[in-house]
């Protein structure tokens, strides 16, 4: 038995629609592989950068830390140096006083 022309232009039309699917969905597929590679190309490069930028705020940390040091050890040594200004100011005073003591007396 002969099939109808339509049933086979009808099988045909079928057949061509899905290949075209086929093809669309496979172009589609490949496009996203590239997308992905690039993607994943990106990746170490983006891991160096923020590496680079971690060690960056490491080592500003670091110095941080050092200034804060730094400026507590100024702030001490400047405390010292008051104190020993305080002591030889009064020291000279009271030479004074006693060298005048002395002359009066």
């Known amino acids: ?3 109808p022309s339509c049933i086979g232009s009808a099988s045909r039309s079928l ?11 496979d172009r589609d597929l490949a496009c ?12 170490p490069e983006s891991q160096e950068a923020l590496g680079a930028e971690k060690q960056r705020g490491d080592s500003l940390e ?10 507590k050890t100024a702030e001490e040594a ?7 200004l ?13 060298s005048r003591i002395v002359a009066i007396g």
Request: charged residues 30%; aromatic residues 8%.
């Open 1 to 3: 038995m002969k099939k």
């Open 32 to 43: 996203k592989d590239v997308v992905i590679a690039e993607h994943q190309r990106c990746v």
């Open 15 to 25: 057949r061509w629609s899905w290949s075209k699917k086929l093809i669309d969905k």
């Open 78 to 84: 400047h405390k010292v140096s008051q104190v020993a």
């Open 86 to 98: 305080t002591v030889a100011v009064s020291a000279y005073v009271y030479r004074f006083r006693q």
């Open 62 to 71: 670091i110095d941080l830390v050092a200034e804060r040091v730094k400026a």
